[in-house]
């Protein structure tokens, strides 16, 4: 990996983190057409580079997420133990889906029909949202987020989704996924890192600038991306139809082996 490639995985991150179309996905399929898929470096990078993002959502929405009630943060918490668990439990597969991109091109394509599925039934079943996310709501939100586990599943489309069949205002559900995104990502991004130190011993002056230089474009990107995402409110079938071809595109070019 070189800084360039670092700098456009950034970008990418960045964009699609906050958005229900898989930014794991998309950074496995680029670094796949880049050939820098399997090497170690990127498979952290992969992880490790949606910290930035994270402090993008701590730096917008510090007002918010500061100075909560206990509440808050244990319904946070809630939601986000049995990713952790699962996760654990599971990282020898979750790290072998990582060099998969067949994966991410089908987890798109069903993902994809799955946003607009539930589109068409938030919009015809539920008139009088409910803004509440009780303790029940927040572990089945935390159930759905597992599978986001697999790449291009996409951490904020389960969790938004979970919201959305529980009756929540499609606000509410966003900014309930933007914040259930640091504990995940933070937790997830530490363990990776801990794991690539102990397997290669150290980290080069090279790793740690790529690194870097990709979190920091990633949060000033991600700033971006959660404003624009912000105004984009009223219908999400436009991210299932970009799923879907996207997913059919990419299974062409594997089947092809272009």
């Known amino acids: 990996m070189n800084y360039i490639q670092s700098i456009l995985l950034g970008v990418i991150e960045g964009i699609t983190e906050f958005f229900p179309i898989s930014s794991t996905g998309h950074m496995m399929i680029a670094a796949s057409m880049m050939g820098i898929l399997e090497n170690k470096i990127t498979n952290l990078f992969l992880v490790s580079v949606q910290f930035g993002a994270v402090f993008s959502v701590i730096f917008l929405y510090r007002n918010k997420f500061f100075f909560q009630k206990f509440d808050f943060y244990l319904k946070i918490f809630v939601a986000s133990f049995p990713v952790g668990i699962l996760g654990f439990l599971l990282n020898k597969i979750t790290n072998f889906f990582l060099d998969k991109p067949l994966i991410v091109a089908l987890s798109l394509l069903i993902g994809g029909l799955v ?49 959305m069949l529980q009756n929540v205002n499609r606000m509410k559900a966003i900014e309930f996924s933007f914040f259930l995104s640091v504990p995940v990502i933070i937790i997830a991004t530490c363990k990776k890192l801990f794991d690539y130190y102990f397997q290669l011993n150290s980290f080069t002056y090279k790793d740690i600038e790529l690194l870097l230089l990709g979190n920091i474009v990633s949060f000033i990107t991600g700033i971006i991306s959660i404003k624009c995402f912000i105004k984009y409110l009223n219908n999400f079938k436009l ?7 996207l997913g059919i595109f990419f299974i062409i070019i594997h089947y092809l082996n272009i």
Do not use: D, H, W
């Open 115 to 163: 946003i607009l599925k539930v589109e068409t039934f938030y919009q015809k079943n539920f008139c009088n949202r409910r803004n509440s996310i009780t303790y029940l709501k927040a572990f089945i939100v935390g159930l759905f987020q597992c599978m986001a586990l697999i790449p291009g599943v996409s951490r904020s489309a389960t969790t938004i989704i979970a919201c």
């Open 239 to 245: 991210f299932g139809y970009y799923r879907i071809v």
